[in-house]
């Protein structure tokens, strides 16, 4: 039997060509790797950002109009049943959009797939042109309940038009991680950090939570994984902590230098102000790790606070400070939270499960809905 062909439009790069990761960029890569791949017949189209900081709005236009040229000419080569595209917030969104619309006009049908929390850009008053761009998929997917509702609430999509498709980025690598951890008395508790450093992260909570462990004395290392704009500032409120060995800090890293680095860490601390649904987060729980974050984006749905992590309210290094400090002195705790937060990102976000639920949501699409 004939397999159907999809194009999917998403973060391919190899590492030579890009050193810059990303959420868009963890979810392709596992899909490449997939069953996906096995089922249909798929091509993809790379659209990584390549550079960090972004390129001027002016630059990132022109390699947009590249990329849409390489669309038209993969599809009338390729004549794909069906196109795939993952976005981000801001001109990825719009990027996409266009190239729903180029696939449309030549007679491939399109599911659109934003990353992140949904608010394409600030401006309100783009709403409702957002929501009309958004309608010209056959199909938009949504990392959770709470996107999909943003969706049909502030841009007016239909939930006829909505999916939600949780992430997959508990692989069993990462899954392997957390069934071999052992849970033992440790001298020094790790912390862990993965994401850009901006300050829509939180740093400034990273910063006021080491400086209050610092004059504890709690035996602590804490680990920060990432690149971005906050990075040198970081470096420099905390030069004691690096100097004195406490904290560590890892530019980006491959996959495999990562999953070594959750398999010697015990808590995870991502203090985002705004979110979708972080895939460091699920790795993190994955692997074992008990999770201190904020209830921003689809969080909330993921973390049950005092059962599979804790929550604390945006910006509030204080409720932060107690959550890690109450993980760090309560060993029993820690591991039955740890246990949870694995069970519990086992349970929804396997890569098997929910690849197989792109699969079906493929066939879907490209059959026709009854």
């Given at each position: 039997m004939k397999k159907k ?74 004549k794909p049943n069906m ?235 204080k409720s932060m400070i ?49």
């Open positions: 062909r999809v194009l999917v439009v998403g973060a391919f790069a190899n590492e030579s060509e890009s050193k810059i990761k990303g959420g868009v960029r963890r979810v392709c890569s596992i899909l490449q790797t997939s069953q996906y791949f096995e089922v249909f017949d798929v091509k993809t189209l790379d659209s990584t950002q390549k550079s960090y900081p972004a390129p001027p709005i002016i630059v990132r236009f022109f390699y947009s109009i590249i990329r849409i040229f390489q669309l038209i000419g993969t599809i009338s080569r390729f196109v795939l595209l993952f976005c981000s917030n801001g001109l990825s969104f719009y990027e996409k959009s266009l190239m729903v619309i180029v696939a449309k006009c030549l007679g491939s049908k399109s599911v659109l797939f934003p990353r992140g929390s949904g608010r394409f850009l600030k401006q309100s008053w783009l709403n409702s042109f957002n929501g009309m761009l958004l309608r010209q998929a056959d199909l938009v997917l949504c990392q959770g309940e709470a996107v999909k509702e943003f969706f049909q609430s502030s841009y007016g999509v239909l939930g006829s038009k909505l999916a939600v498709l949780e992430n997959w980025t508990a692989t069993e690598e990462i899954l392997e991680v957390g069934r071999k951890r052992e849970y033992l008395k440790e001298d020094v508790l790790k912390i862990l950090f993965v994401g850009w450093l901006e300050p829509a992260k939180g740093t400034k909570n990273i910063i006021d939570v080491v400086k209050h462990l610092h004059k504890s004395s709690l035996n602590y290392e804490f680990n920060i994984v990432g690149d971005g704009s906050e990075k040198e500032e970081l470096i420099k409120n905390l030069e004691v902590q690096v100097l004195q060995g406490n904290v560590i800090f890892h530019s980006w890293i491959d996959q495999n230098k990562l999953i070594n680095i959750y398999s010697n860490c015990h808590i995870f601390f991502l203090p985002s102000w705004r979110e979708g649904l972080p895939n460091s987060l699920i790795e993190a729980m994955a692997a074992g790790l008990a999770p201190v974050t904020t209830p921003v984006g689809n969080i909330p749905s993921v973390i049950e606070s005092n059962i599979n992590g804790f929550l604390c309210p945006v910006n509030d290094s107690k959550k890690i400090t109450l993980l760090l002195k309560n060993s029993n705790l820690l591991h039955k939270i740890s246990i949870t937060a694995k069970n519990s990102a086992k349970k929804r976000f396997s890569t098997k499960e929910n690849i197989n639920k792109l699969i079906a949501v493929t066939d879907k699409v490209i059959s026709g809905y009854d």
